[in-house]
């Protein structure tokens, strides 16, 4: 997993340069919605803090109902064959143009408009693959301005100072990691989360800032020695938040230990990527500390079996 994880640069390139060749008639959509589960979606909640039209992410077996011909719906699960996802695929296709991002599976047999990304890798390790087409393909219709060539420079120049801080970090943690972030980094925490208990099957938790503010913190009343804090912060953070950040610092400091990151970067893409990366090493770092392997998620699998055994034996 780590080799696989260390040329994310390299993916992201590679996943930019997949062609894009599908009939949507851009000029018609005014609002996105995606559907996808887990490894898959997260691609969708990083790019919505990006789009300028309404961008809707569903972690359901539902789409929503404002679905029409305006919507572009984009279905996106590397396996191809995630029952939720499909569900929504299968709510959707004919209500509105789709394009689905898949290696295959049955949503890339029965979409019209297939982003095909290479197999063989697990869906959180290939996340470059699950965002990037779809990124660029937004970007080419106008709904997204992302600067990709100072990003995969940003991350390309600093890979050992991003070793160095996901070795620094797995090394702190001591307990459960809490993540909190502001905006993108809000998602970032959560793909954090996700790597963390996926890669180094731990606990994690992940908050976005203002809302956790606003509940989470009471909970800061109790002891707090089995928690590692991690904040995502950005330099040129709202007055706001960084004052919200600074009283967190503050309070949480007193309780648990506090390790606050940032990013080099020219925009907050390529801070969030910076950021993004750094948490993905951090959690194979985390594993290795605990002896885990990365690689499989046996329960997750068990549960999709079970759920399979389960429809073919009601139908
Ligand atoms: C496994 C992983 C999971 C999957 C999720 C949905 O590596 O990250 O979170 O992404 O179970 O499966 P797919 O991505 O195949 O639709």
């Known amino acids: 997993m780590l080799e696989v994880v260390r040329k994310f640069p390299e993916q992201v390139e590679e996943a930019l340069a997949i062609e894009l060749n599908f009939d949507i008639d851009f000029s018609k959509v005014k609002r996105v919605v995606v559907a996808g589960m ?31 011909e305006n919507t572009l719906f984009i279905a996106v699960s590397y396996s191809g064959n995630t029952e939720e996802t499909l569900s929504c695929f299968s709510l959707a296709r004919d209500k509105c143009q789709h394009v689905a991002i898949t290696t295959g599976g049955k949503l890339g047999e029965e979409a019209e408009n297939v982003i095909k990304i290479p197999s063989g890798m697990q869906p959180r390790a290939a996340i470059a693959y699950l965002l990037f087409p779809m990124a660029k393909m937004l970007s080419n219709a106008g709904f997204m301005n992302i600067d990709f060539e100072e990003m995969i420079y940003n991350l390309k120049s600093n890979r050992e100072e991003m070793e160095e801080m996901a070795k620094e970090v797995s090394n702190a943690i001591h307990g459960i990691p809490i993540i909190y972030g502001y905006g993108v980094m809000g998602s970032i925490a959560r793909r954090w989360r996700q790597q963390f ?50 009283f967190m610092k503050e309070e949480y400091g007193k309780k648990a230990n506090i390790i606050e990151l940032y990013a ?31 690689e499989p998620v046996n329960l997750i699998m068990k549960l999709k079996n079970v759920l399979s055994q389960h429809s073919r034996s009601s139908s």
């Open 38 to 68: 887990g490894g898959s979606a997260i691609s969708a909640d990083i790019l919505s803090h990006f789009s300028t039209i309404p961008f809707h992410v569903v972690r359901d077996y539902t789409p929503p109902s404002f679905m029409d």
């Open 197 to 246: 208990n996926e890669n180094a099957k731990m606990h994690a938790f992940d908050f976005s800032l203002p809302e956790c503010n606003h509940n989470e913190m009471e909970a800061w009343e109790e002891n707090a020695e089995n928690i590692t804090c991690i904040f995502l912060r950005e330099k040129n953070e709202m007055e706001r938040i960084k004052a919200r950040f600074d």
């Open 264 to 294: 080099p970067g020219k925009n907050t893409f390529s801070r969030a990527m910076y950021h993004m990366h750094v948490g993905d090493l951090a959690s194979i770092y985390m594993a290795e500390k605990r002896g885990v392997d990365t």
